[in-house]
Nanobody
Framework: QVQLVESGGGLVQAGCSLRLSCAAS????????MGWFRQAPGKEREFVAA????????SYADSVKGRFTISRDNAKNTVYLQMNSLKPEDTAVYYC?????????????????WGQGTQVTVSS
């Protein structure tokens, strides 16, 4: 089992930045690709970004490309999502997720472990 705890959400104005963190515990962090998803009220949970175990490969949803950056610190068992130039449409609950044995996970089904989520609200 891998336990994931997100932090860093909050209320910000459009154009501002936030950095989300996700701390992993339990089984070794080694070998897990990590991802971020988000879910706005009344909408499906959607892929935001993912990063491979070695940080050699990242992927992003088109809606956040160029504004968000995913990174990880394997020594700290932590993955980050730096969100810049935030827009009101980025408002959602953001979830951290872990995928084992998937080279470039982007689908919900690729991820076997999930955090509880952290709320991000962007005001206009």
């Amino acid at each position: 089992q891998v336990q994931l705890v997100e932090s860093g959400g909050g209320l910000v104005q459009a154009g501002c930045s936030l950095r989300l963190s996700c701390a992993a515990s339990g089984r070794t962090f080694s070998g897990y690709a990590m991802g971020w998803f988000r879910q706005a009220p009344g909408k499906e949970r959607e892929f935001v970004a993912a990063i491979s175990w070695s940080s050699g490969s990242t992927s992003y949803a088109d809606s956040v490309k160029g504004r968000f950056t995913i990174s990880r610190d394997n020594a700290k068992n932590t993955v980050y999502l730096q969100m810049n130039s935030l827009k009101p449409e980025d408002t959602a609950v953001y979830y951290c997720a872990a995928a084992y044995g998937v080279l470039q996970p982007t689908r919900r089904a690729d991820f076997g472990f999930w955090g509880q989520g952290t709320q991000v609200t962007v005001s206009s």
